[in-house]
């Protein structure tokens, strides 16, 4: 029997977690498909994985890709063209906050064409399908050397573990043209409303019933039969995580067993660029309370947040906050080779089981504490106006509609709201609402198995 062959492309650092990490990897070899790994990473990630799992990968380095200008115009004309269909279909007008502006120079006159390109188009959602058939037809121009490739290697499947990377859509245009059958992931909870499917495959692998709900609204054009429900290894990877005790691993630490933990989870600087203030006051209302012995404060920033910001309140308050560090390749000058070492899996697995509260601007994190049944509140106060940034823009995004009400976090409405909050999840125990993570997350299945299956099918 011929030997299946698979190829994964992983367009940059954050494929790495939900996509190598998990059991996929492992489940496809046994299965004893031929598998190439075919990459934009570091030597270092490769052999991050290949360690993880007691294999040897076989690999290839994704060529650089040379976008055209013409390319990149229908791209990007199609992305606000859809961000204004999407605003119109939802009555949502946060949802123009996915479209990145400031550009200067060239870039500010090629962007005002693109607007004007894009506003002419959005209203008639056949003319953006237009528009996407300009896009793929343009794409056919430059696919030769990925064209040489396929048909030299002859993959049965290809695999993308990000929606969004312009450098792999030479390789799955080439595989179009040649008739191989090609899947997508749907990488995070909030990717589709921002009109960012730029690989397109054959099928897609998503979260939940919610998101195939919303494909069937953002994509029409995409049948529903292509649209593939598999959870996300995001959370299923905590199934293979090494808990520790909390005994054990408040030691290591030095944190103290005995005291109610909160984990304080920073966002990046353009997400949430008041954080450290947000912690300052949490510290603050913990020091003047009679709870000042009985709480202290895990501190993981952002992965990608490198800077100081932080530095001064962490310093401020020595002994109530304990900063750890999360476990980050953070030493490399592209951003796009970023990603975790397998061992911070396990280390916010245990951050998340072991502590009793997580607090941030609108984060995932909240999901992630719900899988262990803990408690999430979301930061609901400006610290001082500002034009560019608010907490009243961040909770009117699209993706926060996924609430079945309003009750399944807690909210600090301002800096004097930290202790009662703190009490009322004291009081109930730390019990969570899992309704919300039900609806973005379908956790009955075993999305590794899932997505291992459809693969090899």
């Not at 009490?423 to 299945?445: C, L, R, Y």
Request: proline share 4%; glycine share 2%.
């Amino acid at each position: 029997m011929k030997k299946k062959k698979i190829i994964f492309v992983v367009p940059d650092g954050t494929g790495i977690r939900n996509y190598l990490f998990s059991q996929i990897l492992p489940l496809i070899i046994k299965e004893q498909a031929e598998l190439l790994i075919y990459h934009a990473l570091s030597e270092e990630a490769i052999k991050e994985v290949e360690q993880l799992h007691n294999i040897t990968l076989k690999t290839k380095e994704l060529p650089k890709y040379k976008e055209t200008v013409k390319q990149k115009f229908y791209r990007e004309s199609i992305g606000f063209a859809r961000l204004l269909h999407n605003i119109e279909l939802e009555n949502n007008p946060s949802i123009i906050a996915a479209w990145k502006k400031g550009h200067r120079g060239k870039k500010k006159w090629f962007y005002k064409l693109v607007e004007l390109f894009g506003r002419i188009n959005y209203s008639n959602y056949s003319n953006i399908q237009k528009l996407e058939k300009r896009y793929q037809k343009a794409l056919e121009v430059n696919i030769s050397r990925e064209l040489d490739f396929l048909k030299q290697y002859k993959p049965d499947v290809i695999f993308c573990t990000h929606q969004r990377a312009v450098n792999a859509t030479a390789v799955f245009k080439a595989a179009e043209v040649l008739g191989i059958d090609t899947y997508g992931a749907i990488y995070s909870w909030d990717n589709l409303p921002k009109a960012r499917l730029t690989v397109r495959t054959s099928k897609y692998f998503v979260w939940s019933q919610y998101m195939k709900n919303e494909f069937k609204k953002y994509y029409p054009e995409i049948p529903q039969e292509n649209v593939i429900i598999t959870g996300t290894p995001q959370f299923s990877l905590y199934e293979q995580a090494k808990i520790v005790s909390k005994e054990l691993f408040f030691k290591e630490y030095h944190l103290d067993t005995s005291k109610f933990t909160i984990c304080f989870s920073g966002d990046d600087l353009r997400t949430s660029p008041y954080d450290p203030y947000y912690l300052d006051h949490l510290a603050e209302s913990i020091n003047k309370s009679i709870y000042k012995d009985k709480i202290q404060i895990i501190f993981r920033r952002s992965p990608v947040d490198l800077s100081g910001r932080y530095d001064n309140v962490i310093e401020k308050h020595h002994g109530l906050i304990t900063s750890i560090v999360p476990n980050w390749s953070n030493t490399k000058s592209q951003w796009t080779q970023i990603y975790p070492f397998y061992e911070d899996v396990n280390l916010l697995a245990n951050i998340c089981k072991h502590s009793d509260l997580v607090i941030n601007v609108g984060s995932t994190m909240a999901h992630d504490f719900a899988y262990f049944k803990n408690a999430a509140a979301y930061l609901n106060y400006d610290v001082k106006p500002d034009k560019n940034w608010s907490v009243n823009t961040i909770y009117k995004y699209q993706h926060f509609r996924s609430m079945p009400n309003k009750n399944v976090v807690y909210w600090i409405n301002s800096k004097d709201d930290f202790i009662s909050i703190i009490k009322a999840v004291m009081a109930e125990n730390n019990s969570v609402t899992q309704e919300w993570f039900n609806i973005i997350n379908d956790n009955t299945k075993n999305s590794s198995v899932e997505i291992a299956k459809e693969l090899m099918a």
